[in-house]
Nanobody, 126 residues
Framework: QVQLVESGGGLVQAGGSLRLSCAAS????????MGWFRQAPGKEREFVAA????????YYADSVKGRFTISRDNAKNTVYLQMNSLKSEDTAVYYC???????????????????WGQGTQVTVSS
């Protein structure tokens, strides 16, 4: 069992930066591939980024590539999402998620993730 708690959201102006954190409980956290998703009002939950258990491989949605960076510190049971050059269209609730296996073909599918945090709101003003 893995429990996830996000933090770090807030209100920021366009062009600014935020760093989201996702603290995990559960002794097997370091084994789990992790992902970040987001959901804007009236829209479906969409993939943002994912990272393998070792942190050696990362994957991004085209809309955030070059602006966002996912990383993890297994010693601290924490995954991060550094968000730079934020745009108004990045406004959403951001969720971290975990799954026991990493499958590249399905890493963007939220239904493939077993564990979710409660979400943290990110609002970018233009």
């Amino acid at each position: 069992q893995v429990q996830l708690v996000e933090s770090g959201g807030g209100l920021v102006q366009a062009g600014g930066s935020l760093r989201l954190s996702c603290a995990a409980s559960g002794r097997t956290f370091s084994w789990y591939p992790m992902g970040w998703f987001r959901q804007a009002p009236g829209k479906e939950r969409e993939f943002v980024a994912a990272i393998r258990w070792s942190g050696g491989s990362t994957y991004y949605a085209d809309s955030v590539k070059g602006r966002f960076t996912i990383s993890r510190d297994n010693a601290k049971n924490t995954v991060y999402l550094q968000m730079n050059s934020l745009k108004s269209e990045d406004t959403a609730v951001y969720y971290c998620a975990a799954r026991p296996l990493f499958v590249i073909a399905t890493m963007t599918n939220p239904y493939e993730y077993d564990y979710w945090g409660q979400g943290t709101q990110v609002t970018v003003s233009s």
